[in-house]
């Protein structure tokens, strides 16, 4: 089994911040890496995939990065709407999620 | 814009048969373009894929789910379900249906609200 570990596991940010999220596969996956988004009580949301492709109606102060075993999922410009949780996952093959990161507000 | 939707019994019993339905509205559930996708989410597992199915009633299972799980469609009714059998607590759990898409990269683009699965005698 492919195990996808991010870091950190939370973070506290400023509304305004550049946030970098983390996420590790444990063996090389290309490409096939998806980022989402999940807020309180809510399903989660799907922001990137294919590693870098912005889903359709995502802001642009989402993007996405890496290949191979290491990718970051940045956040440009904070907004108080982006307080939650993201999670990684991989589609190489059994789909897998991290353990997610939350983002918090300082 | 499609909308999926659980439901089901909240509450089951060890041993005993979880089985949730996803209605999904707004789409076909019979395009090939899609797979209808159960997920879960507990506080000590995190998202857990569970499995999904095509519309032709093509399954892949979590292989660690796989001698429990059956998913189901009925395209006359535009909804697939989900059956989990001889449940204990650790399948507690809120249970996601979601959409599938893209064959090489494949991700979920669309969720219902979830529903808890409370396993208790």
């Known amino acids: 089994d492919i195990q996808m570990t991010q870091s950190p596991s939370s973070l506290s940010a400023s509304v305004g911040d550049r946030v970098t999220i983390t996420c590790r596969a444990s063996?090389?996956?290309?490409?096939?890496l998806n980022w989402y988004q999940q807020s309180p009580g809510k399903a989660p949301k799907l922001l990137i995939y294919?590693?870098?492709t912005l889903q359709s109606g995502v802001p642009s102060r989402f993007s996405g990065s890496g290949s191979g075993t290491e990718f970051t999922l940045t956040i440009t410009s904070l907004q108080p709407e982006d307080f939650a949780t993201y999670f990684c996952?991989?589609?190489?093959?059994?789909?897998?999620f991290g353990g997610g990161t939350k983002v918090e507000i300082k | 814009q499609v909308q999926l939707q659980e439901s089901g019994p909240g509450l089951v019993k060890p041993s005993q048969t979880l089985a949730l339905t996803c209605t999904v509205s707004?789409?076909?559930?019979?395009?090939?373009?899609?797979?209808w996708s159960w997920i879960r989410q507990s506080p000590g597992k995190g998202l857990e894929w569970i499995g999904h199915?095509?519309?032709?009633?093509?399954?892949y299972y979590n292989p660690s789910l796989e001698s429990r799980v059956t998913i189901s469609v009925d395209t006359s009714k535009n909804h697939f379900s989900l059956r989990l059998t001889s449940v204990t607590a650790s399948d507690t759990a809120v249970y996601y249906c979601a959409r599938g898409m893209g064959s090489g990269y494949r991700r979920l683009d669309s969720w219902g609200q979830g529903t808890l699965g409370t396993v208790s005698s």
């Open positions: 707004g789409g076909s559930i019979s395009s090939g373009d899609y797979y």
């Open positions: 996952q991989q589609s190489y093959n059994t789909l897998a």
């Open positions: 063996q090389r996956i290309s490409s096939y």
């Open positions: 294919a590693a870098s």
């Open positions: 199915i095509y519309y032709t009633g093509t399954t």
